[in-house]
């Protein structure tokens, strides 16, 4: 079914930062491929390097004190770690565009929404002043503001958080994007705004055949989303599959153990309630990775080879790949 | 200070709250501007069993943490009662204030600005006993030790500052804290919303593990409803300060009867409802509205798929139509059939 040629493609991302502790390996050998019109879900603890993959795909890790050592982000066959400065802006909020956790610090609190919006257009669409705000108006009724044409000269901070992560929604969409990067868009939400905003997602995903990233540490939101899942740790991709798949034949330790300890909401809860499952322990720190696989002190399958040695991604079924000596063709387990 | 009067059909209730209103008076910015009240709680009952988990869900700015804040009374207090064991705290004053307040304690949200960054983790635990002068300075420093030991850390990270520690330890820094003074009843401001769920699941199992060992009680706030349905034992559902339903854990997820209960229940991303599509479900639209001068009649009316003429004039009273499961809806009849029913599907 995917065998178009990807819209998105990152190989082998390496990106490090200097800090006072040493070097940080913040992502090592990332690699995804993204259709469009589909949904890529990253999940995994903070600091695992969600957001970072984010910013290397749109190029904004700040350098320095981070690099980018090695690695490709091709965008339709593009190159955009080898592109200019320039092209880049050009290439921010016309292909690719993002939506952050907290609307507040990317909406400008001086402009009227409307401005905010219709600057965009202009700058990247070259539309008069009377087009981009017909077309932010356009946009902002898109993402179901009721009485857009009046809202759009509202300012930020007159809206409720809802709205505004709305607004900054249209605001990504409005040059029509083929990629949409949304990093934990509903976290400052509650549920039934976050339901909301979901659905928005999915219906303009409907209309336009924009591809999305969705970055979360909710695998339920993930499980709601995406069509394909990527579990990171510590700056590596230690699993990744279809959701379905993923959800109901986790591989790998880390992934079964994310799954498991979350409480889950039934609806007939069991009177009785035994202990959550846990992941004993916390993420290591990334200055002192160490050769093995990140997750041996967490690990209760840990093996002396885990400790010495990274393990390699192993297919584990259709389309399926776990970074973990336990399935090792060669019989390491 | 006895529990003599503890009410009610033989439970035994640590904390029995009736008719609780904080109002919060609003500044006038101008002259032209009227300055408005915030009914951030108003006029809820409930009680507490001892040794249980009693939840407080809903959204952001339906009251929940003022509803706590004041049985700890650190808000002002509108009107209402508030009886600690057995103990009305409204009236009291002083000495006797700062002896009730030892029971109670709180756990915050946010691991990270709620431990103070000059202070080494052994003094932020043993603060408060020293504030309220439990044992002599030798008994504190071995109560501290011990506490350290029952929250999972290690006796010589007392040495250590909060920034040394990750999230999960700070909220356990937190944690031991509130145990210092061996309180009766623990309020939970979202004690796990910031943690990452690999910790959260660590932290909730301390802190039922703890129940157990102590015999404590918790008032739970939250708004994730896979961790209220874990840990609480009942559960006050509430909205724009009102309590508009309330049951057992079990009742409430089987039969929510209140719509926005059910809008609640069904906007929860879920990976075992994945292939159900939208079966079942509801979209409230609109957000949850101002709690400033709230409309008269139903306050869930102006987003309530169901609501009729009478939802918008005539306020719907709290009442009891199973056995502890307690709903104000016009629209449930005494059958228990809520409105959301011919559409609720699985619900
Ligand atoms: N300016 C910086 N200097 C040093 N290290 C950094 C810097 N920015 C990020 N990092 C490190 O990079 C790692 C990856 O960070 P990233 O923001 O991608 O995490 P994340 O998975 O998005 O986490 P979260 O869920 O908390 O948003 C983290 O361990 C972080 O400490
Ligand atoms: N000191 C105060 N002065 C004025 N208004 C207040 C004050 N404290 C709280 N409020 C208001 O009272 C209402 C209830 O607030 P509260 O913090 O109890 O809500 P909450 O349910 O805990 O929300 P959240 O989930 O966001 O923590 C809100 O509208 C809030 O703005
Ligand atoms: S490689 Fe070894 S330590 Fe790493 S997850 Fe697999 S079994 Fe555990
Ligand atoms: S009383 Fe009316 S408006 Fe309120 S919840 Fe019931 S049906 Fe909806
Ligand atoms: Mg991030
Ligand atoms: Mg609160």
Redesign the pocket.
Known sequence: MDAAAPLLEVEDLEVE???RQGT?R?LDGVALSLQPGRTLGIV??????????A?SIMRLV?VP??RIGAGAVRLKGEDLLQASEKRMREVRGKDISMIF?EPMTSLNPVYSIGDQIAETVRLHEGLSRRDSLDRAIEMLKAVHIPAAERRVREFPHQMSGGMRQRVMIAMALACRPSVLIA??PTTALDVTVQAQVFDLLKELQEKTGTAIIL?S?DMGAIAEMADRVMV?YA?RIVEEAATDEILESPKHPYTRGLIACVPHMEEEPPPERGALTEIPGVVPA?TDLGSGCSFAPRCDHATDLCRSRAPGPFAVGADHRAACWLYDEAGAA | MTGAETQGGGADYLLDVRDLKVHFRLPRRNVLTPGGTVHAVDGISYRVRRGSTFGIVGESGSGKTTAALAAMRLVPVTGGSIRLDGVEMTVLGGDALREMRRKIQIVFQDPYSSLNPRMRAGAIVREPMDLMDVGDPAERDLRVAELFDRVGLRPEQAALFPHQFSGGQRQRIGVARALATQPELIVCDEPVSAL?VAIQAQILNLLRELQEGFGLTYLFISHDLGVVQYICDDIAVMYLGEIVEQSDRVSLFTLPLHPYTWALISAVPSARRRTGGQDGRVRLQGDPPNPIDPPPGCRFAPRCPFAVDRCHREKPALREVRAGHLVSCHLVGDDCVPPHAAVAGAC
């Open positions: 930062f200097r800090t940080a913040v995994g603890e903070s600091g695992c390097g969600k957001s970072m993959t910013l700040p004190p981070g956790q990093d934990e970055i540490h990171m700056g990334l | 990452d």
